[in-house]
């Protein structure tokens, strides 16, 4: 059974806390093996570091960090999202005290029941979790869990601010050295956003181009697009050319966006009595992509196609266009009925000596019988 792309994202996002929690709890418990390995000179509320405990408690330390993770991503990080960065990390770390504190209760008595073979609810061993509960040990799980939930969050926190797969390829060192590719590029632009924006003011036309970009998430993440780049009201997504190319990603990308954005049109004119409509171009090439900045690392893209892509997207203000595609990427993609090309011809593009011949791009009709 495969898994979507969008599934495949969020398990992207709720693997790492899992994975974090794992690493510092080994670390966690080989410290204290190697300080005591004869396990002696332990209290009697603490669980001895039996093999049937390691699993046990590597088995729960993941799932509970896998827990905290879909927590993060479907609940908590909504209820922040306004918050500045210092206000996410204290406000989530107070709210997942709470939830961890019933966890580690739970987690106890059932690590204790294993040892002595007692029932979950006997007096013994809740008698076991008040002494745990006033023990050293208990200070330290609790130093454990939220240096394990701080770790976590700042990784979220920080991936979700760097974008899809950056932090990922700056730790496997993907793009250290730089690589050719051929990669598809989508160049969208907000039309008329100069009016809007004198329009609604800087402020609210910031909060208006939150909401525009938001709008989009899921049909990006359904056609396997990458967001390359924010620039004011123009947002650059780019495939790598077998991925955009399959199933025709880069183009059903924009009618989809089309459709995201229709379904919020009650919301924009509820909140800021304008519904904001874009344009794009669609064309492909070899860039080079690697590591660049001294003062600020950022994985970057160069070469000819982005200059041909932003120049094809200027044609469509020229032709009235609202979706453009150059030939060579048409001539690429697999039949379909669901968008038709209309010949544009040969155009010239400011700036450069090659001309290149463009389509425009339409939804085909529904044909009723």
Request: aromatic share 14%; net charge positive; with cysteine.
């Amino acid at each position: 059974m495969s898994i979507s792309i969008k599934n495949k994202y969020y398990l992207k996002r709720i693997l790492p806390f899992g994975i974090i929690w794992l690493a510092i709890a080994f670390l966690v418990m080989w410290s204290q093996y190697a300080v005591n390995p004869e396990q002696t000179d332990i209290i009697e509320s603490d669980v001895p570091l039996t093999f049937e405990i390691v699993i046990f408690a590597s088995v729960s330390i993941f799932l509970v960090g896998c827990i905290v993770g879909c927590i993060e991503v479907f609940i908590v990080n909504k209820l922040f999202i306004k918050q500045s960065f210092p206000q996410k990390i204290i406000g989530k770390l107070f709210l997942y005290t709470v939830v961890l504190s019933v966890l580690v209760l739970i987690l106890y008595l059932l690590a204790a029941s294993i040892v002595s073979n007692e029932s979950f609810f006997s007096k013994k061993i809740w008698n076991e979790y008040v002494g745990f509960f006033t023990s050293i040990t208990h200070i330290s799980t609790w130093i454990q869990l939220l240096f394990s939930l701080l770790v976590s969050l700042l990784y979220s926190e920080i991936s979700e601010n760097l974008g899809q797969n950056i932090l990922y390829n700056f730790f496997t060192g993907r793009y250290h050295k730089p690589v050719d590719e051929n990669r598809i590029f989508m160049f969208v632009d907000m039309k008329d956003s100069t009016t809007i924006a004198e329009k609604l003011g800087h402020k609210t036309y910031f909060k208006l181009l939150r909401d525009y970009y938001r709008s989009f998430s899921d049909a990006i993440l359904k056609n396997y697009g990458e967001v390359y780049q924010y620039v004011g009201d123009e947002i650059v997504i780019t495939w790598k050319l077998d991925k955009g190319l399959k199933n025709n990603r880069c183009v059903e990308c924009f009618f989809d966006m089309k459709t995201a954005l229709q379904k919020q049109k009650k919301n924009f004119k509820k909140k800021y009595n304008t519904i904001p409509d874009f344009k794009a171009a669609l064309h492909f090439g070899q860039v080079t992509t690697g590591e660049i900045g001294a003062l600020k690392k950022d994985i970057f893209f160069t070469g000819d196609v982005l200059n041909t892509t932003a120049r094809i997207l200027g044609l469509t203000t020229e032709l009235k266009k609202g979706f453009l595609i150059s030939e060579p990427l048409s001539r690429k993609l697999e039949p379909s009925e669901t968008y038709r090309l209309e010949d544009l011809g040969t155009k010239n593009l400011k700036g450069k000596t090659n001309s290149i011949k463009v389509f425009a791009v339409h939804k085909a009709a529904r044909v009723s019988y």
